[in-house]
Nanobody, 124 residues
Framework: QVQLVESGGGLVQAGGSLRLSCAVS????????MGWFRQAPGKEREFVAA????????YYTDSVKGRFTISRDNAKNTVYLQMNSLRPEDTAVYYC?????????????????WGQGTQVTVSS
C-alpha cells in the first residue's frame, strides 16, 4: 500500500512563502513522476506542478511559473513544493500525487496515489 503524507501548509500573508513536503512510502518512488495539485472551494482539482523521476525536468501551470518550484529527494522518498510570492488566489487544499507512468502530467486521472491534502491560506 502506497501512502503519501503532505505537510507544511498554513496561513500566510500575500507575498509570503511556504514549503510543502510530501513523504511517500513506496519503494518505487524513484521510478515515478510526482505531481502537486490544488483544489479551491467550489472548484475542480487543478494541476500545479510535476517532476520527472530523475528530477531533471519539471513542469508548471502558467499561473505559478516563476513563483513555485517543485523538487524531489529520492533518497528520502520526498517531494517538495516551494511557494514564493503567494497570492490570495493560491488559497486551496494542496495534494501531492504519484503518477501512473501513463498519461499527461497535468491530468488528474493519470495519477494513481494521492495524499490527504494540506490547506494553504493566503490572506490579502
Amino acid at each position: 500500500q502506497v501512502q503519501l503524507v503532505e505537510s507544511g501548509g498554513g496561513l500566510v500573508q500575500a507575498g509570503g512563502s511556504l514549503r510543502l513536503s510530501c513523504a511517500v512510502s513506496a519503494r518505487t518512488f524513484s521510478t515515478r513522476p510526482m505531481g502537486w495539485f490544488r483544489q479551491a472551494p467550489g472548484k475542480e482539482r487543478e494541476f500545479v506542478a510535476a517532476i520527472v523521476p530523475s528530477g531533471d525536468n519539471s513542469y508548471y501551470t502558467d499561473s505559478v511559473k516563476g513563483r513555485f518550484t517543485i523538487s524531489r529527494d529520492n533518497a528520502k522518498n520526498t517531494v517538495y513544493l516551494q511557494m514564493n510570492s503567494l497570492r490570495p488566489e493560491d488559497t486551496a487544499v494542496y495534494y501531492c500525487a504519484a503518477h501512473s507512468n501513463t498519461g499527461p502530467y497535468s491530468y488528474v486521472r493519470a495519477y494513481t496515489y494521492w495524499g490527504q491534502g494540506t490547506q494553504v491560506t493566503v490572506s490579502s
